[in-house]
């Protein structure tokens, strides 16, 4: 069983940053890929980024450039930082969590076994 617990969100002004933190439990973490999601009111999750154990990386086309995902296995922490964020990135962010590989994720891809429970983003115009 991994637990999974975001933070970092909040309500910034378009073209600010926030850095979101997902905290997991020690026991297997660094064996796990991990992985940003996001959802919006009334819009399916998509994926934000993911990263496998060994610290290979895939984006979503759109944040590509503006957000950077990253993981401390020292602490075992799970890190995403946005940048140049826009009012359409408005979400409830989570991090999730699976033994699976990566090679074959895309944005649409949610099929990760563990989830958090999610952090707000709010950007405003």
């Known amino acids: 069983q991994v637990h999974l617990v975001e933070s970092g969100g909040g309500s910034v002004q378009a073209g600010g940053s926030l850095r979101l933190s997902c905290a997991a439990s020690k026991y297997y973490y660094s064996s796990y890929s991990m992985g940003w999601f996001r959802q919006a009111p009334g819009k399916e999750r998509e994926g934000v980024a993911v990263i496998d154990s060994d610290g290979a990386t895939k984006y979503a086309d759109s944040m590509k450039g503006r957000f950077t995902i990253s993981r401390d296995s020292a602490d075992n922490t799970l890190y995403l930082q946005l940048n140049s964020l826009k009012p359409e990135d408005t979400a409830m962010y989570y991090c999730?969590?699976?033994?699976?590989?990566?090679?074959?994720?895309?944005?649409?891809?949610?099929?990760?076994?563990?989830w958090g429970q999610g952090t707000q983003v709010t950007v405003s115009s």
């Open positions: 999730a969590a699976d033994l699976r590989k990566i090679g074959s994720w895309y944005p649409g891809d949610t099929n990760f076994g563990y």
